[in-house]
């Protein structure tokens, strides 16, 4: 059985993403925004934090997948550094509104290479939006190779592990756990 460690229990997920949402009520006061969520990861976390923005927000959502297979933690445990070639991504779903000046508010699970960031903010910003920020619940800042990727609100900067729960995966499971816990599968 892979072994899970709370990193980030759900009520330190929860008074911070309230902390988060409060400082977007705050600086967006008046005004309309979209948030756009990255599949599948950004799911509960979007959900969450819009709730704590009480202003006239839409969402919409893009799908992306990375080339190539992303190691497993099992196969790469010291930080998966086979990821840092892959830096091709592809769109899924497209999102479905005009950005053409619109305050938009990336929202993403977690900033790690900074790839998928890099890339989706670049496609954005083709749509020429009033403006462009990045909430992003966790960070990776050891991992970043694109060192220009920056979110601007950032729930907590994590160590170089593999995480799952509250939306992150590993295979597409664990999503559905409530806290933020540190995967580690045991040697074969
Ligand atoms: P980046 O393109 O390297 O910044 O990676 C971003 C994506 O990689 C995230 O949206 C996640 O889907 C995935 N990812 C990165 N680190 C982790 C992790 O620790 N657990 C689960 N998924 C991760
Ligand atoms: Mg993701």
Sequence with gaps: MPDLKVLLSRDQIA???AEMGEEIARDYRGQSIIFIGVLKGASIFLSDLARHVPLDA??????????????TPKEDPAGHAAWDSLGEVRVTKDMDNSLADRNVILVEDILDTGLTLNYISKLVQAHQPKSLRIAALLDKPERRIKKDVKADYVGFQI????????GLDYAERYRNLKDVCVLSLPPS
């Design 15 to 17: 008074k911070r993403v």
């Design 58 to 71: 839409t969402f919409d959502f893009i799908g992306i997948s990375s080339y190539g297979n992303r190691p």
């Design 159 to 166: 160590p170089n592990e593999f995480v799952v729960g509250y």
